[in-house]
């Protein structure tokens, strides 16, 4: 008997990685899938036709009202990394069925985009309208004062994640906690010089929240009452330097593009104060 899997023919993921340009299909990731191997005659490919609702019962997603046919039809089909294929598949509750059909329809539109250069001008243009909302998301104070002045760390810890989330979703929290969807995420950038920078970004942006969470764990630093003044006292000199010159180098990194696109550069902290 054959497989009680519902998978996908050739031809299907053949049309499901073209359709993406051969790039993961999540908008943060947008890796691509496949590159030359060492055999000259190859090609590595490190692409998923993954299944929206699971090909099997038992998987996530399953939907037992899809027949056969549907269940290994194109429609149910997402092109994803491996990485991001492992990704949905750990949680159904966050990878829902409508968010990974968003994630395909977002990438398919972004490849035919990425097809239609004969407007570069509009482009770039697109992307000095995203770069500007960026740059409106380091406007806190997350990003202005040295480590040990910060009010809270609980608070800068979220304002952090707030900036990850609105580089990856175009989506910004505000500070009542209300969520406004105000642009695009960074793999709407077509300039690949910006959108490289701005995936370096939130990769340091990510460092910063892993360090500070191992810091808050292991009772890295410690609040210290100095009359009216409460300052945070890091016990590990090095990790309090790196907390302020990881962001400094990010403020460095988002000023080159500043720079391209003319508008004033973001520097940190915006005033030093004396030791
Ligand atoms: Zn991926």
């Known amino acids: 008997m054959a497989s009680k899997r519902d998978d996908f023919k050739e031809t299907t993921k053949d049309i499901m990685a073209k359709r993406v340009g051969y790039r993961c299909s999540n908008p ?3 890796k691509p899938t496949c590159g030359a191997s060492d055999d000259p005659n190859n090609y590595s490919n490190i692409g998923v036709a993954a299944h929206i609702c699971a090909a099997a019962r038992g998987g996530k997603r399953y939907d037992p009202d899809m027949s056969k046919e549907e269940r290994r039809d194109i429609h149910n089909g997402i092109w994803l990394c491996q990485t991001c294929s492992k990704l949905i598949d750990s949680d159904d509750l966050r990878y829902t069925v409508d968010l990974l059909h968003k994630w395909k329809s977002l990438s398919e ?9 004969a407007s570069p001008a509009q482009f770039v243009e697109q992307d000095k309208e995203l770069i500007r909302f960026y740059i409106q998301c380091f406007d806190r104070p997350a990003f202005r004062d040295e480590i040990r ?7 800068f810890d979220r304002a952090i994640e707030d900036t990850i989330i609105a580089l990856n979703t175009g989506v910004l929290r505000t500070r009542d906690g209300s969520i406004i969807k105000q642009s695009e995420g960074k793999a709407f950038v077509q300039n690949p010089d910006w959108r490289e920078k701005l ?7 990510t460092a910063i929240r892993r360090r500070l969470n191992i810091a808050a764990r292991d009772g890295s630093y410690h609040q210290h009452k100095n009359g009216s003044e409460i300052i945070y006292v890091f016990h590990d000199p090095q990790l309090e330097i790196w907390l302020n010159s990881s962001r400094e180098e990010i403020l460095r990194i988002m000023s080159t593009i500043c720079k391209d696109i003319g508008v004033p550069e973001l520097l940190f902290p915006r005033c030093r104060y004396s030791w």
């Open 109 to 117: 539109e972004i490849a035919i985009l990425d097809l239609e250069t």
């Open 199 to 205: 995936y370096n970004i939130v990769d340091i942006l």
């Open 149 to 155: 002045m910060e009010f809270s760390m609980e608070d």
């Open 28 to 30: 943060s990731c947008r």
